[in-house]
């Protein structure tokens, strides 16, 4: 099944950071997922997150607040 | 504590380069040397320490907190202490607001908690032990906090909300003390320990070359400009040293880190101590950037008084300091 990836953020250096880190993971890793960044302040506070930037996978918050590495995000994944 | 560094550094200048002691430049590579070791260790310690108060006190549990104790009054001190041992990258500034004013605290503790949290930093913390030394750090912090307390109140009586945004305004009058669903994170110290370390890693890389630079313009400053060489412009009389050194400091958000090493020059060098203190809260504690970003959710009639209340508290305790100290 298609997983759905959001990274949350309003476009700061971090949140740009943890879109290319997940990016890279999804195309290496041959993952099947969509990437959707979401910088519209209105939907991350849907969400009820308060520290940018946040990886949500199919509406489950994973990450708040910080970039994870790499093979976090392949674990978060799998 | 740090004559081991000391030691190490005189070692390594003269035995391995074997240079000579007269030199006034080699004077000024041991005591980079020196400076550098003792400033990075500092800051590792602070910044990982930081990091595991954060990691089992989230920024989730602080809103939590807020929103459902009466504190009678404390609540804008508990928010300023909290924005001690919570960092938050600038960038989150906005949904932490929301997140502040839909949770039903009130708009003055919000103010202390976004005040006190760039203000006293652990960067910064690391920065004054390893520059100023314990005594300062701790007159920094205490004022830090008791600045955005302070701050707090006076935004609380001002009555703003009419200066918000008007999708914020929403958001506060649908406001409830509601506990968020918050899933504790059940992870050993094992498993955050890695977490943590990354991140401490991270903060290190990208403020290194600031401090770096810092500590080197610091050093050959410390050998060119004569001692007590501001004496004459920036003395305790004068009573407009504080107020020019405070907003100098506004536009210079960015390097603080930078910054700092260059500032304890000036200090040994005859600038008071207090006028030292506004001028660096002034650094650390407004960014302009920051202010931009709060456009989504203030007035900018509201972020002028947000910035001239702070730019004023901290030039009141510019003026404290240099009575007092």
Redesign the interface.
């Known amino acids: 099944m298609t997983k759905v990836i959001k990274i949350l953020?309003?476009?700061?250096p971090?949140?740009q950071s943890m879109t290319g880190i997940v990016k890279d993971v999804v195309s290496t890793n041959n993952i099947d997922a969509t990437i959707e960044k979401v910088e519209d302040?209105?939907e991350?506070?849907k969400l009820?997150?308060?520290?940018?930037p946040a990886l949500v996978i199919d509406d489950v918050?994973t990450i708040?607040?910080?970039?994870p590495?790499k093979d976090?995000v392949l674990a978060l994944l799998n | 504590m740090f004559d081991w560094a000391q030691n190490i550094a005189d070692w390594f200048v003269y035995d391995v380069l074997n240079l000579s002691k007269e030199q006034h430049l080699v004077g000024a590579l041991s005591f980079f040397i020196y400076d550098t070791t003792k400033i990075l260790i500092l800051l590792f310690v602070v910044i990982f320490f930081m990091g595991i108060v954060n990691s089992y006190f989230?920024?989730?549990k602080v809103?939590n907190y807020l929103s459902r104790n009466k504190l009678f009054g404390l609540e804008y001190l508990m928010a300023s202490l909290f924005g001690v041992v919570t960092p938050?990258?600038?960038?989150?500034s906005?949904?932490?607001f929301?997140?502040?004013v839909?949770g039903g605290i009130p708009l003055g503790v919000t103010f202390s908690f976004l005040i006190t949290s760039p203000l006293v930093n652990e960067i910064a913390i690391g920065l004054f032990v390893g520059l100023f030394g314990l005594k300062t750090t701790i007159i920094y912090v205490v004022s830090g906090v008791l600045l955005g307390t302070i701050s707090g109140i006076i935004f609380q009586n001002l009555k703003l909300e009419g200066y918000l945004t008007p999708?914020v305004k929403e958001?506060l009058a649908n406001a409830q003390r509601d506990q968020?669903i918050f899933?504790v994170e059940k992870y050993s110290f094992k498993q955050r320990l890695p977490?943590i370390w990354?991140?401490v890693v991270?903060i290190l890389k990208g403020i290194i070359p600031y401090v770096l630079v810092g500590i080197a313009i610091g050093g050959l400053m410390h050998g060119y400009i004569p001692e007590g060489f501001f004496e004459k412009y920036m003395d305790e009389d004068n009573l407009f040293a504080v107020p020019i050194a405070t907003i100098l400091a506004i536009p210079m958000y960015s390097n603080a880190s930078g910054i700092l090493p260059v500032v304890q020059v000036l200090v040994a060098k005859g600038i008071p101590l207090g006028t030292a203190i506004a001028f660096m809260m002034g650094v650390i504690g407004l960014s302009l950037p920051e202010a931009m970003?709060l456009k989504?959710v203030m007035s900018v009639k509201l972020i002028t008084i947000f910035f001239a209340v702070v730019t004023l508290c901290i030039i009141i305790s510019g003026y404290l300091f240099n009575i007092i100290l």
Do not use: H, Y
Request: net charge positive.
């Open positions: 953020g309003t476009g700061c971090k949140c302040i209105m991350i506070m009820d997150v308060m520290t940018t918050i708040k607040g910080r970039v590495s976090e | 989230p920024i989730d809103k938050f990258c600038s960038c989150s906005v949904p932490l929301i997140g502040f839909r999708w958001v968020d899933q977490i990354a991140e991270k970003l989504k």
